[in-house]
């Protein structure tokens, strides 16, 4: 019978101060103080309950990765940063059960984790600092400014910006995740001359780029890195922009359904 994803490899019991690893209470005071010795900068806040959940699913050998996910956002919650979060968990599986840690937990704790810090330091900064978005907010400021500008210089919005956007096919939180994390970096190598780039959505990202006679043969290039970095999109297109603001801030928050 298969093992279930995320379950911790088959590993050996040990004997530690004549106690049994499979002590769930035994397991959580060894973490807490290697982890204190070695990556742990404040000790008082260490326990959490996914804590206890995490040992007591991989001592079980259950699926533990719904625990990491879990232990993630509570972390980022408290304010702990990713490398504090993962090395933490390190600690438990490479100093005190001894044994490799599963990649699935690994990518559970980091999901879980940028479910919420994620999503507050965007709030703080209106741009991902994971993904290097802006947010949608953001880029209606932006248009406004192009839209400005455009008048101010009796040049027409259409004629000269559009607005690039890739579709992903999506996927569980790790894969998305993965996948956003190479189209915003092909898209930043592609179009490097300060363009605006923003999520429309968790399965679409946007470029708000100038419309120039390089533009087709750019969005190729971009269509062809996506491919050679397996991160093929749905779709890829170009979209052009409406005359007056009030119609490109509609077409914005279409993009974003």
Same mark, same amino acid.
């Not at 438990?92 to 990518?107: K, S």
């Given at each position: 019978?298969?093992?279930?994803?995320?379950?911790?490899?088959?590993? #050996?019991?040990?004997? #530690?101060?004549?106690? =049994?690893? *499979?002590?769930?209470?035994?397991?959580?005071?060894?973490?807490?103080?290697? *982890?204190?010795?070695? %990556?742990?900068?404040?000790?008082?806040?260490?326990?959490?309950?996914?804590?206890?959940?995490?040992?007591?699913?991989?001592?079980?050998?259950?699926?533990?990765?719904?625990?990491?996910?879990?232990?993630?956002?509570? =972390?980022?919650?408290?304010?702990?940063?990713?490398?504090?979060?993962?090395?933490?968990?390190?600690?438990? /599986?490479?100093?005190?059960?001894?044994?490799?840690?599963?990649?699935?937990?690994?990518?559970?704790?980091?999901?879980?984790?940028?479910?919420?810090?994620?999503?507050?330091?965007?709030?703080?900064?209106?741009?991902?600092?994971?993904?290097?978005?802006?947010? #949608?907010?953001?880029?209606?400021? =932006?248009?406004?400014? %192009?839209?400005?500008?455009? *008048?101010?210089?009796?040049?027409?919005?259409?004629?000269?910006?559009?607005?690039? %956007?890739?579709?992903?096919?999506?996927?569980?939180?790790?894969?998305?995740? @993965?996948?956003?994390?190479?189209? *915003?970096?092909?898209?930043?190598?592609? /179009?490097?001359?300060?363009?605006? /780039?923003?999520?429309?959505?968790?399965? =679409?990202? @946007?470029?708000?780029?100038?419309?120039?006679?390089?533009? $087709?043969?750019?969005?190729?290039?971009?269509? $062809?890195?996506?491919?050679?970095? $397996? @991160?093929?999109?749905?779709?890829?297109?170009?979209?052009?922009?409406?005359?007056?603001?009030?119609?490109?801030?509609?077409?914005?928050?279409?993009?974003?359904?």
């Amino acid at each position: 019978m298969q093992r279930p994803t995320g379950v911790l490899p088959t590993w #050996r019991l040990r004997e #530690r101060a004549g106690q =049994r690893l *499979s002590d769930v209470d035994v397991v959580i005071d060894l973490w807490r103080s290697a *982890s204190a010795e070695s %990556v742990w900068t404040y000790t008082g806040d260490w326990w959490t309950p996914a804590v206890e959940a995490l040992v007591e699913a991989v001592l079980e050998e259950r699926d533990s990765a719904p625990a990491a996910g879990e232990l993630g956002r509570q =972390r980022a919650a408290a304010g702990v940063d990713m490398a504090e979060t993962i090395d933490d968990v390190a600690v438990l /599986f490479d100093r005190v059960l001894e044994c490799e840690q599963p990649v699935l937990v690994v990518r559970a704790l980091a999901v879980g984790w940028y479910e919420v810090a994620g999503g507050a330091l965007v709030e703080a900064s209106c741009e991902d600092p994971l993904l290097r978005l802006t947010t #949608r907010r953001y880029l209606r400021t =932006r248009l406004g400014e %192009v839209y400005r500008q455009a *008048s101010s210089d009796g040049a027409g919005v259409p004629e000269t910006a559009a607005l690039v %956007v890739v579709e992903t096919r999506g996927g569980d939180g790790w894969t998305l995740l @993965a996948e956003r994390l190479s189209v *915003s970096e092909i898209l930043r190598t592609v /179009f490097s001359g300060g363009e605006t /780039f923003c999520a429309l959505n968790p399965l =679409r990202t @946007a470029v708000l780029v100038r419309r120039d006679t390089w533009l $087709g043969k750019r969005v190729s290039l971009l269509r $062809g890195m996506l491919g050679d970095a $397996g @991160a093929e999109p749905a779709r890829t297109w170009v979209e052009a922009l409406p005359p007056g603001l009030s119609a490109a801030l509609r077409l914005v928050d279409e993009l974003s359904r």
